[in-house]
């Protein structure tokens, strides 16, 4: 222990909240700040230390509110400042955490800085976004996440023109290069700590350098877009000086959503002698499912567990010594995990869930836990093209249109890849739009919400998904070693069962996670278990165990403590 220092946001729990999904409390149909104030004892029940919070900035909502016209007024469709305040008050009341959305790659083209970036080549605001003048000729190739032709760059015929935009037309990208616009950012940053939050979550942050002489994209990158975007000659300068100017001052937290950044890059951010974050979400794992490049298409055939494993064994190894890691399988930009990891189906569904929270909560590194997966919410799996709120499915759905390709298969991926599979309205109870708004919501609700899929009929089910997530969480805040402890693979070419152990000082614990839909016996020899204590399983039948050998149902964790 001496030479692994304690931190509150390696010890906590992080629940994140979409706003616009979580809770309406004015009828419009869309989630506000006094929703989630109205909800606060519920997510204080839960257990969880850290809240995040997707962006709640004044926003046009172009991209859900990640273009961002105002980063220190609020969206009108959240609240007022003074709600906020209250919201902040009430979670430092209890005792939870704030860690905010940053998104400073990118602006909306409403902020002022753009309005005024674009009236002229002159405008004292024009530095603050990358702009090609028209006649140097076509800008060199850059690919947008958002953009219907996938091109990133806009020409704008006011000043003959383009600009950049890594994801929508309406998100053009800061110039990071000028000091002045780090410095508009570093003041932003500082308006929030001031008023008591606690952290942030750094949208796309490896993305805020650029090489401003624009070249051509480099044949080493062979044609991955991303790997270049991740890769910018002053990164690591600028979150060094961002976290010596303004991040070193608070006791606060960093996490940075890092596309892009490959196993031997990690510790270039997250290293505490080059001070620049705390943590940041890899995304290996959110690739494993899809096809190669094609991020949005899954994968014809299944991914394997041996697969699943070592992406998290590497990335344990990674922070082994040094660093700390992140632990999620889901978030707003992403699938409901059950229905992505493990298996939705009603027979096997409270299992998948309940093993899910088992494996981040038994797992070295902050674990982050989003909005419903502690009910077990599911994949909406829509239809229609006209269900889909998302600029991403929509943009890509009007490209195959226009390619006259066929949109059969596009809908059918849609269902296991879209981002609005995860951003359905939670679900509190049995009564019209599951208890999320009276009105008609922003976005349909998934109708499995009556089918026990909800808050109120769980918290009244000692043996429901949310009541074994309260006592997962509460078993890792009880057991130092689940947080801190050297993690170990066991029967790392098992397809079935995913074994590892956790060891640290004079405790040591064995974590058996089935993720098969059978009933499944393995063999654990590395070590005598006949003194192995039962601290929480997810099945009502306990695992027959015979000295070393362990017969798990479908889906069933099981945590022991060995003694």
């Known amino acids: 222990m001496a030479a692994m220092k304690r931190q509150w946001w390696k010890e906590g729990v992080v629940y994140q909240i979409y706003p616009r999904s979580f809770q309406d409390t004015t009828g419009n149909g869309i989630g506000d700040l006094n929703g989630i104030t109205k909800r606060l004892d519920y997510i204080k029940s839960l257990g969880v230390d850290i809240i995040w919070l997707c962006p709640i900035y004044q926003s046009p909502n172009d991209d859900n509110g990640y273009d961002i016209s105002d980063y220190k007024s609020i969206m009108a469709e959240f609240g007022t400042m003074t709600e906020f305040d209250a919201l902040l008050s009430g979670m430092k009341s209890r005792g939870l955490k704030l860690v905010m959305d940053l998104v400073a790659n990118h602006t909306s083209d409403e902020h002022f800085w753009f309005q005024e970036s674009r009236k002229s080549r002159d405008n004292k605001y024009r530095d603050y976004y990358h702009w090609w003048p028209a006649e140097k000729g076509t800008p060199p190739k850059r690919w947008s996440y958002f953009d219907v032709d996938g091109n990133a760059w806009k020409y704008d015929k006011l000043t003959d023109a383009y600009y950049l935009h890594y994801f929508s037309v309406k998100q053009p990208d800061l110039k990071w290069e000028n000091p002045k616009v780090r410095e508009e950012i570093y003041d932003a940053i500082r308006f929030w700590f001031d008023k008591g939050v606690d952290g942030f979550r750094m949208d796309v942050i ?8 624009y070249p051509e994209l480099p044949k080493k990158y062979k044609g991955n877009f991303v790997s270049y975007y991740s890769e910018g000659p002053r990164l690591h300068e600028f979150l060094h000086e961002m976290n010596q100017q303004v991040l070193s001052k608070y006791d606060i937290m960093t996490v940075g959503e890092a596309p892009g950044i490959t196993l031997d890059k990690a510790l270039d951010f997250v290293n505490e002698d080059r001070q620049e974050l705390n943590m940041f979400f890899h995304f290996d794992l959110m690739s494993l499912d899809r096809d190669g490049d094609e991020v949005f298409w899954m994968r014809q055939d299944k991914w394997r567990l041996t697969e699943f494993k070592k992406i998290h064994s590497d990335w344990d190894k990674a922070f082994a010594e040094k660093g700390w890691g992140s632990m999620y399988l889901s978030n707003h930009d992403f699938p409901r995990s059950v229905s992505r990891w493990a298996n939705d189906s009603p027979e096997h569904w409270h299992n998948s869930a309940t093993m899910l929270h088992t494996f981040l909560l038994t797992m070295k590194g902050t674990p982050y836990f989003y909005f419903g997966d502690e009910i077990g919410m599911t994949n909406a799996r829509f239809n229609s093209i006209e269900d889909y709120k998302d600029i991403n499915t929509i943009n890509r759905y009007e490209l195959l249109k226009q390619n006259n390709i ?24 049995n009564s019209k739009n599951a208890g999320f708004t009276a009105e008609d919501p922003w976005i349909k609700v998934n109708t499995n919400f009556a089918s026990g899929i909800n808050v109120e009929t769980q918290e009244n089910d000692s043996a429901s998904v949310l009541s074994y997530f309260k006592k997962m969480v509460q078993v890792r805040k009880s057991h130092l070693g689940l947080v801190y402890g050297k993690y170990d693979l066991l029967l790392a070419n098992n397809e079935e069962i995913y074994a590892y152990t956790r060891t640290f000082e004079s405790e040591k614990y064995l974590i058996l996670l089935s993720f098969s839909e059978k009933e499944t016996t393995v063999e654990v020899n590395e070590i005598s278990y006949n003194k192995a204590l039962l601290l929480i399983s997810n099945d009502k039948v306990k695992a027959e165990q015979s000295n070393t050998r362990f017969k798990l149902k479908p889906y069933q964790a099981l945590v022991y403590e060995l003694t």
């Open 206 to 213: 490896p993305f805020i350098s650029k090489d401003i002489e």
């Open 406 to 429: 066929s949109l059969v298969d596009f809908l059918e991926n849609e269902k296991e890849a879209a981002r609005d599979n995860a951003r359905t309205p939670m679900q509190w109870d």
